[in-house]
């Protein structure tokens, strides 16, 4: 495990290294606020909850995530440092591990630092904080499923525009299962139990849920078994693609 | 012991290594040497880990690099080709990353980092972050990672590429300090750098062993082998002098170079033509303005073998 614990607090502290970290967390705190007090009709709802705030968190990470993820393999394939990474004496998948919980963390602390919405909220009402502590928990466990996704695809180009784009569009197509249009489309042309189906394969859905307060051993299973897969795919595109 | 059998590395239908078999024992200086695209770098990155052969196999002291790959790794000092490293980091912090990695025991690491500093000569630069470094500078860096865990196995790609004489110079006195009791591999396209620090050189070309002997094993193989030189004062002289040399035993062929007036004598297959045509020239009362003899041209061997060779 010190594999895993030496390539984590490397990566942890690159990020604070650069100004990567510092426009990352403004940029996502300010679109936090911009999405739930522009769009999300914070105050015009008069309740004492954060639902307008993470109501849009899937949409923020779509963007944010694919731009924090697309570095992490295409960078080192860039500079050529991943030749570096892999003569160290820890396996593949250590390496896998150790980068993606870092940027996980980091994603956790961006999260975290919104933390004044959640003051606010208590100083004007009473709210319940349960739901919002399972409602963190679940918006943490959704960017890392966007994560793992844009690490196994950043994994596999040295191009980290082409990083950026691809995740992107393969964390739309986890979203888009569970937007109103999609299930309406759908609706029309397949029986419910198809509908429920996909829509259960999609990230909205099981965040609701959790975002709700109710974390069921379902949702978990489906964020870890993403994740897993995610990164089990990094770990084998590495493997098999690590000069070219 | 680096055993080394039968490695062959296809990219698609490209063979860029041939075959490769050879031995490195404790103690020897390999040096690498062939053309631009001749294999080096994809063979030094199969030996390290790297890369996947296509087949073959590599054993590092005894593990297998493959199915045995960690510790195979905990036993080599790699540098890959340009020392690449995290520029946003800063040596000490690369460096603690890189002990950290290779499981140095936090007790122990403090000691042996502060020796490794001292042996690259990095104490100015270390909290300075690694991209507003000198190239020498990095290239250093590199080193000082390649030897943090005191490897067995050193394998280093073009170890002093980008360096000024000075740092060459300190570099090779560095792998020179190691080698008694180390396995290194290095691989180089400077020649005098093999002359310089190597006890083994291998050249490759298009994926093949083409000589493995020692240095002077292959300074030997050239015709300047032995070969003597000589000017004179008086250019009319000259070509009844080379005349005159031509009929020694000794002499294989003599070449005139008329620009600078210096005629060049081959010696016949294990002959000594420097005595006789020393002799010669004192029957003869040349003026000599220049007389000695010739030590083999790695260069010219190089050239040689491998034929011009490019991939």
């Not at chain 1, 403004?26 to 993470?54: K, M, N, P, R």
């Not at chain 1, 249009?181 to 859905?205: N, Y």
């Not at chain 2, 200086?29 to 196999?57: D, E, H, Q, W, Y």
């Not at chain 2, 002289?237 to 620009?259: G, H, Q, S, Y």
Request: with cysteine.
């Amino acid at each position: 495990m010190s594999g895993v614990a030496a390539v984590f607090k490397r990566e942890l502290a690159s990020y604070f290294a650069t100004p990567i970290a510092y426009v990352f967390i403004v940029i996502f705190l300010v679109l936090a606020g911009v999405f739930t007090f522009f769009y999300g009709g914070f105050y015009e709802t008069g309740q004492a909850d954060l639902s307008a705030f993470f109501y849009w968190h899937p949409w923020l990470y779509l963007f944010l995530v694919p731009a924090l993820s697309m570095r992490l393999w295409a960078e080192e394939r860039k500079s050529g440092s991943i030749e570096l990474l892999m003569t160290l004496p820890i396996e593949t998948w250590q390496a896998v591990a150790g980068k993606y919980l870092a940027a996980w963390a980091f994603t956790a602390i961006s999260v975290a630092l919104t933390f004044p919405i959640w003051i606010t909220v208590n100083y004007l009402g009473d709210p319940d904080n349960g739901v919002i502590v399972a409602a963190y928990f679940g918006s943490i466990l959704m960017a890392g499923g966007f994560l793992a996704v844009g690490a196994c695809i950043s994994a596999a180009t040295k191009n980290q525009v082409i990083a950026f784009i691809l995740s992107v569009v393969a964390c739309f197509i986890l979203l888009a299962p569970g937007l109103g249009v999609v299930q309406q489309v759908l609706g029309g042309i397949a029986p419910q139990w198809l509908v429920d189906g996909i829509a259960s394969l999609g990230f909205q859905e099981h965040f609701d849920y959790i975002s709700k307060g109710v974390i069921d051993l379902r949702d978990l299973v489906y964020f870890a078994l993403l994740i897993g897969a995610a990164l089990y795919s990094n770990t084998i595109v590495l493997e098999m693609k690590k000069a070219d | 012991m680096i055993e080394v059998e039968g490695l062959t590395k296809e990219y698609g239908r490209f063979r860029a290594v041939d075959g490769l078999s050879f031995r490195v024992s404790p103690g020897e200086v390999l040096g690498f040497l062939g053309p631009n695209g001749a294999g080096k770098t994809t063979t030094m990155r199969i030996v390290a880990g790297f890369l996947p052969a296509t087949s073959g196999r590599v054993l590092v002291c005894g593990s297998d690099i493959e199915t045995q790959a960690v510790e195979a790794k905990r036993r080599i000092g790699y540098l890959p080709e340009g020392a690449p490293s995290y520029p946003e980091m800063t040596p000490r912090s690369f460096l603690e990353f890189i002990a950290e990695a290779r499981g140095i025991a936090p007790s122990a690491r403090k000691q042996r980092l502060d020796e490794v500093y001292q042996l690259l000569h990095l104490d100015r630069v270390l909290d300075q972050s690694i991209d507003t470094l000198s190239k020498g500078y990095r290239r250093r860096v590199g080193l000082a990672q390649a030897i943090v865990h005191d490897p067995e196995v050193l394998i280093l790609d073009e170890p002093t590429d980008g360096l000024d004489p000075n740092q060459k110079h300190e570099v090779r006195e560095l792998i020179g300090r190691m080698a008694k009791s180390k396995i290194i591999v290095i691989s180089t396209h400077l020649l005098e750098e093999v002359e310089a620090v190597c006890n083994r050189a291998i050249i490759i070309a298009r994926g093949k062993i083409l000589a493995d002997d020692t240095p002077r094993g292959l300074e030997a193989r050239s015709r300047f082998y032995n070969a003597v030189s000589l000017k004179l004062a008086d250019t009319a002289l000259l070509a009844p002098a080379r005349n005159a040399i031509d009929l020694l035993p000794e002499v294989a062929a003599t070449e005139l170079d008329e620009k600078s007036g210096r005629i060049t004598a081959f010696p016949a297959p294990g002959k000594l033509p420097l005595a006789p045509i020393n002799a010669l020239a004192e029957r003869q009362r040349w003026p000599l303005a220049e007389l000695h003899l010739e030590s083999g041209r790695l260069d010219e061997v190089f050239r040689s073998i491998t034929g011009g060779a490019t991939a």
